[in-house]
């Protein structure tokens, strides 16, 4: 059993930078994908950034060249670090993980919330 708790949430303006840590309560050397998710009120939650087989990584155009996923295995942690952050960007952000390389998660994180002021 893997238990995910995300920090690092907070305000910050417009441009400005956050870093999101998720620490995973078991190893995750054995995880296949880690994933950054975010839901924003009133929309669905979406994929932000994903690394799997501890190296590749994909991340969706709105965060591509601006946010940065990262995994260290032996700290059982993966990180987000989010840079000229825009207002849209404002949202929950959740961490999960699974085993397999696709499919449903098996892990979610409880979410930090991430505000971005103009």
């Known amino acids: 059993q893997v238990k995910l708790v995300e920090s690092g949430g907070g305000l910050v303006q417009a441009g400005g930078s956050l870093r999101l840590s998720c620490a995973a309560s078991g190893s995750i050397g054995s995880l296949n994908a880690m994933a950054w998710y975010r839901q924003a009120p009133g929309k669905q939650r979406e994929l932000v950034a994903i690394?799997?087989?501890?190296?590749?990584?994909n991340y969706a155009d709105s965060v591509k060249g601006r946010f940065t996923i990262s995994r260290d295995n032996a700290k059982n942690t993966v990180s987000l670090q989010m840079n000229s952050l825009k207002p849209e960007d404002t949202a929950v952000y959740y961490c999960?993980?699974?085993?397999?390389?696709?499919?449903?998660?098996?892990?979610w994180g409880q979410g930090t919330q991430v505000t971005v002021s103009s």
């Open positions: 999960a993980a699974r085993w397999r390389p696709i499919g449903l998660y098996d892990y």
């Open positions: 690394t799997t087989d501890g190296a590749t990584t």
